[in-house]
């Protein structure tokens, strides 16, 4: 089953950008819906968004929409999820996730990429 | 959006003991709801699918129950391993969501 490897960590200001990626091990994510879940310090995961690697058809939780960018590269077998302007509020563990359908169960995690904004 | 609730928040057990999980839906999810669990450091876990359906490798001592609005995780004696936060999520409606948690602690 592919494995879903996140890039490091990332320190960053408020204002700044920043594209954290999700990349497929084992397995090629082209024919997989990727989502994206964010879990605040001791708070509950919440679901962001989820693209279709093949076609790159992507979707967002209201909650996000226009907060973040998800998009993908297949012929790197990676997904991403970008911010144009950081806010304090964006620290938190954000999670890749291999879903079965766009509006599907996480059956595939990734480890985790911690984003921290502090100025 | 659909608010899942969970009950307790926290639950302290002893090993081998039953643990009884809770998660109320604001509205019918039907039967599409999942458990998780999440130990400290790590990512969640898939455990269980549409109800009662248990994911690859899961052992047979958690199950799940409910329909509709109400719905429950059991583990039947509880391992060491076991103790964790468990999250429900739904995939009825957009967005899915997840219940906060409950935290299943050694007592």
């Known amino acids: 089953e592919v494995q879903l490897v996140q890039s490091g960590a990332e320190v960053k200001k408020p204002g700044e950008s920043l594209k954290i990626a999700c990349q497929g091990s084992?397995?090629?994510?082209?024919?997989?819906?990727i989502g994206w879940v964010r879990q605040m310090p001791g708070k509950g995961p919440e679901w962001m968004g989820v693209?279709?690697?093949?076609?790159?058809?992507?979707r967002y939780s209201p909650s996000f929409q226009g907060q973040v960018t998800i998009s993908a590269d297949k012929s790197i077998n990676t997904a991403y999820l970008q911010w144009s302007s950081l806010k304090a509020s964006d620290t938190a563990i954000y999670y890749c996730t291999r879903q079965d359908y766009s509006q599907g169960y996480m059956h595939v995690w990734g480890n985790g990429t911690t984003v921290t904004v502090s100025s | 959006e659909i608010v899942l609730t969970q009950s307790p928040a926290t639950l302290s057990l002893s090993p081998g003991e039953r643990a009884t999980l809770s998660c109320r839906a604001s509205q019918s999810v039907i039967k599409y709801l999942a458990w998780y669990q999440q130990k400290p450091g790590q990512a969640p876990r898939l455990l269980i699918s549409d109800t009662s359906n248990r994911a690859t490798g899961i052992p047979a001592r958690f199950s799940g129950s409910g329909s509709g609005t109400d719905f429950t995780l059991t583990i039947s004696s509880l391992e060491p391993e076991d103790f964790a936060v468990y999250y429900c999520q739904h995939r009825t409606t957009w967005p899915m969501t997840f219940g906060q948690g409950t935290n299943v602690e050694i007592k």
């Open positions: 084992g397995d090629t994510i082209s024919n997989s819906w």
């Open positions: 693209i279709y690697v093949g076609d790159l058809d992507s």
